[in-house]
């Protein structure tokens, strides 16, 4: 069993910057792909940004240079670093971590952008 926990969101205004961490833990032999995802109120989940172990990431369009996605594989953490947020962040943003063992969601952690 994985454990996965997210932290960091918040209040923020526009124009603002949070950073979101997700935390892995639990039996694994390697958590292979590591991404964040956000559900917005009355919109479906959608992907943010992924990234393997290796490095590799991927963004969605809507993120347009102003979010960075990273890991740090010895302490099972990736992190989400978002600049130059709008009202359309506003959303629960969630960890999904995959490994040899499956697929393991976060219970996610709640950003709010506004004035």
């Known amino acids: 069993q994985v454990e996965v926990v997210e932290s960091g969101g918040g209040f923020v205004q526009p124009g603002g910057s949070l950073r979101l961490s997700c935390a892995a833990s639990?039996?694994?032999?390697?958590?292979?792909?590591m991404a964040w995802y956000r559900q917005a109120p009355g919109k479906e989940r959608e992907l943010v940004a992924d990234i393997s172990k290796f490095g590799t990431t991927n963004y969605a369009n809507f993120v347009r240079g102003r979010f960075r996605i990273s890991r740090d594989n010895a302490e099972n953490t990736m992190y989400l670093q978002m600049n130059s947020l709008d009202s359309a962040a506003t959303a629960v943003y969630s960890c999904r971590v995959l490994s040899a063992g499956g697929i393991y969601w976060g219970q996610g952690t709640q950003v709010t952008v506004a004035s």
């Open positions: 639990g039996a694994f032999t390697g958590y292979y792909v």
